[in-house]
């Protein structure tokens, strides 16, 4: 019945551009009216239009999330061998840039509930080498900020935000404030990867920053360290926002609250008729974390879950992993972590999470025939 209306899949890309077919091939055009392809005009107005919606003073588009999480650490004058805080049940891209800078990351475990980084393995791994956090707000949950930004006060830490799949979140400071996820620490990052919350159609990232004097030393370095052209002050790299990219972020942005909304709906969807699946267990919020689902991960009890991801995939259903091995056993980063080095909390997710088809185009029949066919799973 549901395969005649096409597959399920975990991200429905083209419908949702087909409804904006109009206003992304006009804005295209322009763009190649003007040939402003490097720096171009939509690129400054999507810097002040994503300003303007996360309320942050300064974004700096640069060419991917990963390019965007170097560029923040080549900000903050680092020497090699400092030691950067990550979590290690995220994607790569976090630890990787600090590898390729010199930069140590230092490996901590997440919480079991939210999946993000973990206060106490914050407090446990700093150490007098210790320059930055990265907490990673993970499936569009932001990370309990308020204490880590205590936390990192009072040792002179600076904090980065990964907040590649989690813009649109929010975070609830105990006096009731509200600030957005990526503008709480000293520097956001974000993607937008097509699969993220906001997604171009290609690369594409940006970062926040309140800091005016951070926010010019990042422009400098994402062009080539120059403020005025062919006279280079820093060591910088070649990290642009496509103008064509820009463009269509521009037509993308004022739909970013209504994916978020879809994707909740998708959300309290599974949450309603999932609460009583004995095999699983239901992602959890925080009171301050309200969420912008990116993923909706359950956690499969007793060792089932690659048994449950075959059942669904014979029926039709696809998911994904996030994400299968932790950092420390990633080949790549075996240097950095001692033989024998495990974090318990990442272990068991490594082996437990699976993530469920959610996007900004589900319908009611796909939804129905998901949960019902999960209900179902026997071991
Ligand atoms: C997607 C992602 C990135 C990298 O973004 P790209 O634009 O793909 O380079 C970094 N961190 C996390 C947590 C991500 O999910």
């Known amino acids: 019945m549901i395969k005649q209306h096409g597959k399920i899949q975990m991200v429905d890309l083209n419908s949702q551009h087909k409804k904006l077919e109009d206003g992304i091939m006009g804005a295209i055009r322009h763009v190649i009216e003007r040939s402003d392809f490097i720096k171009g005009k939509d690129v400054a107005e999507f810097e002040q239009n994503l300003a303007a919606y996360l309320h942050v003073d300064h974004v700096i588009g640069c060419a991917n999330g990963t390019d965007a999480l170097q560029i923040a650490l080549m900000a903050l004058d680092l020497q090699p061998g400092d030691e950067v805080i990550v979590p290690a049940f995220t994607y790569v891209a976090t ?21 993000n980084i973990s206060l106490q393995g914050i407090r446990n791994a ?4 210790t320059r930055v956090i990265i907490p990673v707000h993970l499936f569009g949950q932001c990370s309990d900020m308020e204490p880590i930004m ?6 002179k830490l600076w904090i980065i935000e990964d907040n590649a799949q989690s813009l649109g979140a929010s975070y609830i400071f105990r006096n009731g404030s509200v600030k957005n996820a990526g503008t709480i620490g000293h520097i956001g990052c974000t993607s937008f990867f097509p699969t993220k919350n906001l997604g171009c159609m290609g690369d594409g990232g940006a970062l926040t920053t309140n800091d005016p004097g951070l926010a010019e030393k990042i422009r400098m370095i994402a062009n080539h360290g120059q403020q005025v052209k062919y006279y280079h002050k820093l060591v910088g790299c070649n990290s642009r926002l496509d103008t064509i990219q820009a463009a269509i972020l521009n037509v993308k942005l004022p739909h970013l609250d209504g994916y978020i909304e879809s994707r909740q709906k998708v959300a309290d969807f599974y949450q309603e008729k999932l609460k009583d699946f004995a095999c699983g267990v239901l992602p959890t919020n925080l009171r301050q974390t309200p969420p912008a689902y990116n993923q909706f991960t359950l956690k499969i009890k007793n060792g089932l879950r690659d048994q449950f991801r075959n059942y669904l995939s014979g029926m039709g259903i696809p998911t994904m992993i996030y994400y299968p091995l932790p ?20 272990e068991k997710l490594c082996g437990s999470v699976i993530s469920l088809p959610i996007h900004t185009e589900m ?10 066919t999960i209900l179902n799973f026997k071991e």
């Open 126 to 129: 700093i150490t007098s080498r």
């Open 95 to 115: 630890a990787e840039v600090i590898a390729l800078l010199g930069l140590v990351p230092v490996m901590v475990d997440v919480e079991e509930e939210t999946f």
């Open 363 to 372: 319908n009611g029949e796909e939804l129905a025939y998901i949960a019902g």
């Open 327 to 346: 950092l420390y056993k990633q080949e790549a980063f075996s240097k950095f972590a001692p033989d024998g080095f495990s974090l318990p909390v990442t």
């Open 150 to 155: 205590e936390l990192a006060n009072e040792h």
